[in-house]
């Protein structure tokens, strides 16, 4: 018995290893390209016959560059700390009906530009728990903002809250492109992206890979239904108790 334990420890080590091994791989070959744009556009700042007004636009390209390159950098370590339990979740008693008003509050701007109408529905007065506020609403942005950015001109966003069987859920429902279902069991790791994703936002595939750190910190769950060409459905299940 001692002796499979032992096999399975070593199995489960070198499983570990090879993933941490990908995700650095991944991590370094997603932010080569850029660093290559960023050492052009330093080269061509540096020509003394380069016009003001250009020099203007370059200067502006490399900060905008520099800031989505460092972005990229801290979501990384920020799932990783999440993942590890590195990260502090730092909880106090928070209104979900606020939290959840504020988040649709803040992607409304986004849902105008875009075309979309976001709509944001409580069943009910929704119960206060003890959550990271700052996280957990940084979490709903980040599932609203997605039924946005991958949505369709004139399309809709719903956003739905109630309690039941001991936990609070959350459902965000758009009827957009939707995700093909070989790229469903996927979505969650770090730097994947659906195939149809390209085309509808840019992004380096991220985003849910933090929802569902964030969410399984304060021992909560994330699911995605979808279905090609009639939208995505996000759940996500929080535990209404503080988990001893």
């Not at 719903?158 to 758009?174: C, N, P, R």
Request: aromatic content about 4%; glycine content about 8%.
């Amino acid at each position: 018995l001692l002796h499979l334990a032992a096999v399975t420890a070593n199995r489960m080590v070198l499983k570990y290893s090879i993933i941490r091994q990908e995700h650095s791989r991944l991590l370094i070959q997603h932010i080569r390209t850029p660093l290559t744009t960023l050492n052009t556009i330093s080269y061509l700042l540096e020509q003394p016959d380069l016009a003001n007004r250009k020099r203007l636009e370059l200067a502006g390209a490399l900060r905008a560059g520099s800031m989505r390159l460092n972005e990229t950098i801290d979501i990384y370590e920020e799932i990783d700390d999440l993942d590890e339990g590195r990260t502090l979740i730092q909880k106090r008693e928070t209104g979900m009906m606020e939290l959840l008003h504020a988040a649709c509050r803040k992607v409304s701007p986004l849902a105008a530009e875009r075309g979309v109408r976001l709509a944001c529905n409580m069943l009910e007065v929704l119960p206060y728990i003890d959550l990271d506020s700052a996280r957990m609403e940084r979490a709903v942005i980040q599932i609203l903002s997605n039924a946005v950015l991958y949505n369709r001109k004139n399309g809709r966003v719903f956003l739905t809250a109630w309690s039941e069987a001991g936990k609070l859920l959350v459902h965000v429902q758009d009827n957009g492109n939707g995700i093909p279902a070989g790229d469903l069991p996927n979505v969650y790791e770090r730097f994947y992206r659906a195939r149809n994703a390209e085309k509808a936002a840019p992004g380096v595939g991220l985003g849910l890979s933090l929802c569902k750190s964030i969410i399984q910190a304060h021992g909560g769950e994330i699911t995605i239904k979808s279905k090609l060409g009639s939208g995505t459905g996000v759940t996500v299940k929080l535990p209404l108790e503080p988990i001893l």
